[in-house]
């Protein structure tokens, strides 16, 4: 095996040779023998180890072990202790993926501050073979049948061409000292369900199952691949970018696939409703379709994703007297002048005699109304949104600023006239808003 993982690096991973590594290292078999590879063939490598506390001593057992190890041979190893049950339930997410969560962002922090240039993990060409199954049995596009990457940026992981047996065998012939994993035995978890009771049929109907998994991989990467150049060909005629993303429906609905180009597009959102999501091609205008960080809206001949703002729906933002400039939740810039210019949608000048200190940054909120600029008389804010045909995501975006309970400017759209300059004011304050 050693020679075989020698020859894998120096034809398909050469650009690991000389740089530094971090060896994501359990304690299991498949980090331990991954590190005697990756010593063996001369790569310089360091360890970090997790401990989770899960499992008691056994977790302390697992960290002295791996400290133990790399002191024998020499490798510099760092350990971290998570507390991850506890983490698990302030978040109110699973506890494969809170550990996975904080793995991976210890991992980064040690490649930033130590200068690391890759993470190694020990994964191998049967953790593939189980994320596959885990993948078809819950349900996936594609990409989900496209196997463990090779490499995803920082992360790289040399195993993956070869299987548990290899791995094993290996082990056993070089008396490579290893942890057990009680939890593996169990079949509480979905993925030793799938080791211990599926895989072991799939093999014994076909021996050659791995090598015939691996080529289904490489069929199915290639269709991935036709399938991404597709997609930003498409993107390209459909999507346009600014402040959000606009997908035209018009000219979507003319390409017979396009519930697929929607799905590329919009999968790294999180969006999990996705017949909802097609369905919006036809729905009223103001119609959504909610993920956890985004929203999908129909609005006329669009569909507009952009992220959520629920958090700053009901927040006040307030200016002081002798603030001369804000930079959150927009910019604003206040000053004293003599004389007005030409005021425009992203200057106004006011009578600082009419306003009431402190002023407030605001979202507009249902019963709102103001005295338009140039106008007679007053006019409800949803009223003057509907006239000017703003959008729901142009509503959502719009922000007040308001003077005790009165608005003195829609901000970058329209001033209020109540807090205009006249022949009797004495003291004018120009604001700017920089969009």
């Given amino acids: ?87 698990a339930e302030e978040q109110k997410l699973s506890i494969q993926v809170v550990a996975r969560n904080l793995r991976y962002e210890w991992f980064n922090t040690l ?23 885990i993948n078809l ?6 990409e ?21 047996n290899e791995i094993e065998t290996f082990a056993k012939e070089n008396t490579i000292l290893w942890r057990e994993d009680s939890s593996n035995a169990s079949d509480k978890y979905w993925r030793n369900k799938l080791r211990h009771d599926v895989v072991p049929v799939l093999k ?26 597709a997609s930003q060909m498409v993107y390209k005629e459909v999507v346009s ?18 519930k697929g180009y929607l799905y590329q597009w919009l999968q790294s959102y999180s969006f999990t409703a996705w017949n909802d999501i097609y369905d919006l091609l036809k729905a009223q205008s103001g119609k959504q379709v909610f993920s956890e960080k985004y929203i999908v809206l129909k609005d006329r001949n669009h569909l ?15 200016i002081n007297k002798e603030d001369k400039e804000v930079k959150f939740p927009l910019k604003l810039a206040f000053c004293n002048v003599d004389d007005i210019s030409v005021a425009t949608t992203n200057t106004i000048f006011v009578d600082e005699d009419k306003l009431i200190y402190p002023l407030v940054i605001r979202k507009w909120e249902e019963g709102d109304y103001f005295y338009p600029f140039g106008m007679e008389g007053k006019k409800k804010l949803s009223k003057y949104f509907k006239d000017e045909k703003f959008s729901l995501l142009d509503k959502s975006n719009t922000w007040l600023l308001c003077s005790e309970n009165e608005i003195v400017w829609v901000i970058g759209k329209r001033q209020d006239n109540r807090f205009k300059t006249d022949n009797k004011t004495t003291r004018i304050v120009k604001i700017n808003y920089t969009d």
């Avoid at 133990?68 to 506890?86: A, D, P, Q, W």
């Fill in 144 to 164: 989900g049948f496209t196997g463990i990457p090779q490499q995803n940026g920082h992360v790289v992981r040399p195993l993956l061409a070869f299987s548990r």
């Fill in 204 to 229: 014994e109907l076909n021996p050659s199952l791995l090598d015939s998994f691996q080529n289904t991989i490489t069929s199915l990467q290639q269709s991935q691949s036709l399938v991404n150049d």
């Fill in 111 to 133: 490649l930033i501050n130590n200068s690391y240039d890759y993470i190694v993990t020990a994964h191998h060409t049967d953790d593939s073979l189980e994320t596959f199954l």
């Fill in 304 to 318: 507009i994703l952009f992220p959520k703002q629920t958090e700053l729906e009901h927040v006040h933002f307030w």
């Fill in 1 to 87: 095996m050693l020679q075989k993982f020698q020859n894998h690096i120096n034809s398909n991973l050469l650009f690991l040779k000389g740089k530094k590594l971090l060896l994501a290292t359990s304690g299991g078999i498949d980090s331990m023998v991954l590190l005697h590879l990756c010593l063996q063939s001369g790569l310089d490598v360091r360890v970090a180890h997790c401990n989770f506390q899960l499992r008691g001593a056994e977790s302390d057992e697992d960290e002295r072990f791996v400290q133990s190890e790399c002191e024998k041979l020499g490798i510099l190893v760092y350990v971290n202790r998570f507390e991850t049950k506890k983490f």
């Fill in 137 to 142: 049995t819950r349900g996936s596009g594609l």
């Fill in 241 to 258: 970018e600014e402040d959000t993303i606009k997908i035209d429906i018009a000219k979507l609905l003319t390409y017979r696939n396009y």
